[in-house]
């Protein structure tokens, strides 16, 4: 079996939000060239793949019929504002979008049966932000969540894991799943309090999903320790409690101090750190089925090395990054005492679900 498949097409470059937008085409440009420049795609354990296209009634698994011909009836027209401002539609943008989200679709179908370990998928638009009837924050259909509900609708699955670690709450993909137990929502991200306005301890789920749905909201400017903190002391003691049947990793690059959008000071190491622990996870618990698709990160510095360095970690290669954060991002002590407060509150809302001692 060849461990690790990378889902990536060059339609994804398709999709032009416009020359001043964050969620450019040349995100993966640099992805896709960095992972060329490793010589990752060479190795035997590692193979470049092409997405398909998502049809509609896939698509239906988690929006709304209405909504998905509204984008289709925009992009025909040539494009325009889905949202407030800033989720642009172009032309190309609804083939593009569904080739996001049939990305994520293969690569859990083609670990599932057993074809690959593991799969990294390089696409855009984003899709954590959309909801089931509404674009936001640069998404317009929610990819992660589509191959989540295809797990557990049409796969047979009962426990699917979707760890959020993007700088930015993944309110759609909380929405969609907040009242089941079949997908356990869980996301470390910035204050949300700007955007989206959701992501806060005492968001945990209702119904069937009560305490299936665990946030960790830190300040403006933490950095590695504290972040590395809570991924160790609530993050990986639930997801060991949990045992899911299939790891999902909404994988956003946004959280190192270098990204334009974001407000989290995080390292290279830390990603390091993240995806080690998440490689292990899968193998304990679901035989190393582990799929992570792509969401933020702008930081053209760095995205690149970013994402191989998950892929090196996902499919056992060597990659070094030389990365210290400089002293004038990380936050004081001020920052530190409110993380810990959080996730002491965390814990608190979450101790009568599962052991966190």
């Known amino acids: 079996m060849t461990k690790t498949a990378v889902i990536y097409s060059p339609i994804y470059l398709k999709h032009d939000p416009g020359p001043t937008h964050p969620e450019s085409p040349k995100r993966l440009e640099i992805m896709i060239n960095e992972l060329k420049k490793s010589r990752f795609l060479e190795k035997e354990d590692c193979k470049l793949l092409e997405p398909r296209e998502a049809n509609e009634t896939e698509l239906q698994l988690v929006h709304k019929a209405d909504y998905i011909e509204l984008v289709k009836k925009i992009c025909l027209k040539g494009g325009g504002i889905l949202d407030l401002g800033d989720t642009v539609a172009s032309a190309e943008s609804f083939k593009v979008a569904k080739y996001a989200a049939g990305g994520a679709l293969k690569a859990v179908e083609q670990v599932l049966e057993g074809k690959f370990k593991n799969a990294f998928t390089l696409v855009r638009p ?11 924050g640069f998404c317009i259909f929610n990819n992660i969540a589509i191959a989540a509900q295809h797990l557990i609708q049409n796969l047979g699955l009962e426990k699917v894991l979707i760890l959020d ?4 709450h993944g ?8 009242n089941t137990n079949k997908v356990f929502y869980i996301s470390l991200h910035q204050d949300p309090r700007g ?7 005492d968001e945990i789920g209702e119904g069937k999903g009560l305490g299936f749905t665990l946030n960790v909201p830190f300040p403006f400017r933490t950095s590695d320790e504290i972040y590395l903190e809570a991924f160790n002391s609530i993050v990986v003691p639930v997801i060991e409690q949990y045992a899911p049947q299939f790891i999902l990793v909404s994988t ?5 101090y270098t990204d334009p959008v974001a407000s989290l000071c995080l390292s290279a ?13 899968a193998d304990k618990y679901c035989g190393g089925k582990l799929v992570a698709v792509l969401e933020g990160g702008y930081s053209f510095s760095f995205i690149g090395k970013l994402a191989a360095l998950a892929v090196s970690k996902m499919a056992s290669f060597e990659y ?9 991002y990380v936050g004081n002590e001020i920052v530190k005492k409110n993380a810990e407060k959080i996730l002491k509150e965390v814990k608190n809302y979450h101790s009568s679900f599962w052991n966190l001692d």
Request: include cysteine; hydrophobic fraction near 30%.
């Open 269 to 281: 190491n830390a990603y390091s750190v993240i995806f080690e622990k998440i490689v292990k996870l």
């Open 195 to 201: 955007f989206p306005g959701t992501g806060f301890p």
């Open 252 to 256: 956003g690059f946004d959280c190192h």
């Open 171 to 178: 309110n759609g993909t909380q929405e969609i799943f907040y």
């Open 165 to 168: 670690i993007d700088a930015h």
């Open 126 to 136: 984003p899709g954590h932000h959309a909801g089931s009837y509404y674009p936001c």
């Open 320 to 328: 070094l990054i030389d990365d210290q954060v400089p002293e004038r």
